[in-house]
């Protein structure tokens, strides 16, 4: 793992829909090359929280930095520059159901690169065994299983070579053995490529396996309850909240004003 | 494309050559460097080649494909290759290439383009196809609608309520506005011609029975189609991309039941009444061109409109547009129904209920038009 500076800075980030705050006052650091994880349970603004760093979303206050520049300031203009230098996995893959997986792959190289027909069709064929679909650049999407979306949806996702590359959920719907496969390829393309990962989920393996750092989000604090390496945290953390969720433990709540 | 191509080549044409590689070696120049792979062997010819990669800052797995293509190249040629400066880093990026994925056939092979003769045959069966499906639709859909004549309670009226706001009300605007324009040209049109034999109080009775017997059910029937006979192919299209209709089912409810018949009986409800509003209306633009351009007062206006309908007229136009809306809406819930696969899938659905219901309503009006001559 690469340990430079941040490249990506979140400082007081603040995120509201109406009079509803999700996310209050939030700050963290992103460090090059590593797997960042921001996990915590259903309903307490992670993939809300991606949203805002990619900039599909505008934050009520603070500021978020991608590479030293704020995105928050950016016109659209500028932030489509932004986007070509990060890679997005979204929840449900997003493949293009009309094209095929292999034009799916090719989209970015084709409109961004200017490269001839040939050059990008090796490199397609090269994404695409990278994340093992070799020979699949012809099927479409919807002849693919949920597994081989996600991993096609990678593909496409590191077309244009980012140094980020963002996940939302990739284990999602997958059985066990399929979202190991994908934890596999993340922490290979990581080390070998070097992409920094930026990865929500609320899947313990995962986390164990393959997060360097991890911050844990909490639908009523708002925010960040926890940061740090996930392994540490699960035994030394005094915060029974983080304990409990790493531990797979039910707090009991008092059921206030029920008469048994 | 870079402007300077950084790599510099040492050795002796024709001995020991090495292709000195540095700074970024990525995606930005893949393309400039992929090109001058066989400019690197023609003009050296080495004996042997080694890149050296000491100097690279930055490797990205497109630079690392244009060392896998310079090493095939190498061996075609029959040239031996090696690479000096390998990194930790720069060999984990090597390694995630799967050499034989870049030769990998498709494993789906892209469908060749038809001839006429086959594209002439395979739409013919297609067409068929569609026609056997849209007949059994239809009878799927009459079976449902005596059981739920049968069974009112089983309607979901809450559903029809809504679905006859969103067709009727909602749509009520969009009829008027183009109805009572259509009246004002059609009345404008024939007042020119009409002035001439001195009979401008005839344009009263053109427009009247124009709306009232044709142009009255069919503009409504149209606009219909357009607002919601896609709209009804689109939710149900949705819907099935989605699952909800499996859900539906597998919760043991009735697809047809609980989403084509309320979307079908909001239609048969409404569509005449949108019928009648579209003929008031086309008669209410007729009534201004006749007041204001060719001095007719309002009373002989409607004097002579109402002169010009005959019951029959009106009922013929009314059991039309219910036909039309039975057609609109059976034609949105079955193209819905069609759908599989994503949203392009639902978009197709979309555009084909809109034109075959346009189609439909057209065929329609002919046969009303033959049986109508001779009743």
């Known amino acids: ?260 | 494309m870079s402007a300077e191509t950084p790599y510099t080549i040492e050795g002796t044409n024709g001995g020991d050559v090495t292709l000195v590689l540095s700074g970024r070696i990525s995606l930005d120049i893949f393309g400039d460097l992929s090109s001058r792979i066989d400019s690197i062997f023609d003009s050296h010819t080495p004996a042997k080649l080694t890149v050296d990669l000491a100097g690279v800052d930055y490797l990205d797995s497109s630079g690392a494909l244009f060392l896998v293509r310079l090493e095939d190249e190498a061996q075609r040629r029959s040239v031996p290759f090696n690479l000096s400066g390998m990194s930790k880093e720069k060999m984990g990026i090597l390694s995630l290439i799967d050499r034989q994925s870049l030769s990998a056939p498709s494993l789906a092979t892209k469908e060749r383009p038809m001839s006429i003769v086959e594209q002439l045959g395979a739409g013919t069966v297609s067409a068929l196809q569609d026609i056997y499906e849209v007949v059994s639709f239809s009878g799927e859909l009459f079976y449902d609608l005596v059981y739920s004549a049968a069974h009112l309670k089983k309607v979901r009226w809450n559903d029809v309520v809504s679905y006859m706001k969103k067709v009727g009300v909602d749509g009520l605007p969009i009829v008027g506005l183009i109805s009572f324009l259509l009246g004002l040209i059609m009345a404008f049109m024939s007042s020119l011609q009409l002035k001439q034999f001195g009979a401008n109080i005839y344009v009263a009775s053109l427009v009247a029975v124009a709306m009232v017997r044709e142009l009255g059910p069919i503009m409504t029937a149209i606009i219909v189609a357009g607002r919601s006979g896609s709209a009804f192919a689109a939710e149900i299209g949705t819907m099935k991309v989605n699952e909800e209709v499996d859900a539906l089912t597998t919760m043991g409810f009735s697809p047809m039941q609980f989403l084509a018949i309320p979307k079908v009986i909001a239609s048969l409800l409404v569509v005449p009444v949108l019928t009648v509003f579209s003929s008031i209306f086309a008669i209410m633009g007729g009534l201004i061109v006749g007041v204001l351009g060719l001095d007719l007062t309002i009373y002989t206006y409607i004097q002579q409109t109402m002169k010009a309908i005959e019951i029959f007229d009106i009922t013929s136009g009314l059991i039309k547009s219910f036909v039309f809306a039975m057609a609109i809406s059976a034609i949105g819930c079955q193209r819905g129904f069609k759908v599989r696969g994503g949203a392009d899938a639902v978009g197709n659905a979309t555009t084909s209920a809109v034109v075959a219901s346009i189609f439909l309503i057209i065929v329609i009006d002919s046969t009303f038009a033959i049986i109508l001559h001779y009743i």
């Open chain 1, 1 to 260: 793992m690469n340990t430079e500076g941040p490249v990506i800075k979140v400082e007081g980030l603040t995120v509201r829909y109406g009079d509803n705050t999700v996310l209050d006052n939030v700050s963290f650091e992103v460090r090059a090359g590593e797997i960042f994880v921001i996990m915590g349970g259903s309903g307490c603004g992670k993939s809300t929280l991606l949203k805002q760093i990619i900039g599909i979303e505008t934050p009520a206050e603070g500021r978020i930095w991608i590479n030293g520049t704020d995105t928050t300031e950016l016109d659209d203009m500028e932030l489509r520059k932004i986007h070509m230098g990060i890679g997005m996995l979204f929840q449900s893959s997003a493949l293009f159901g009309s094209m095929t997986i292999g034009e799916n792959v090719s989209l970015p190289l084709a409109e961004f690169t200017g490269l001839p027909a040939d050059d990008i069709e090796s490199i397609v064929k090269m994404k695409l065994g990278m994340v093992e679909l070799a020979g699949y650049d012809n099927h479409f999407p919807s002849e693919l299983s949920g597994g081989m979306k996600k991993r096609a949806g990678i593909a496409r996702a590191m077309a244009l070579d980012p140094a980020m590359l963002f996940l939302d959920e990739p284990s999602a719907g997958l059985d066990p053995v399929t979202s190991a496969e994908l934890d596999v390829l993340i922490k290979k393309l990581n080390e070998g490529i070097g992409t920094t990962m930026v990865i929500v989920t609320h899947e313990l393996e995962t986390i164990f396996n393959i997060s360097h750092r991890i911050i844990m989000l909490d639908r009523e604090a708002r925010g960040i309850i926890a940061e740090g390496d996930p392994r540490k945290l699960r035994t030394d953390s005094d915060d029974p909240r983080v304990t409990d969720f790493f531990n797979r433990r039910v707090t009991e709540k008092k059921n206030e004003g029920m008469t048994t």
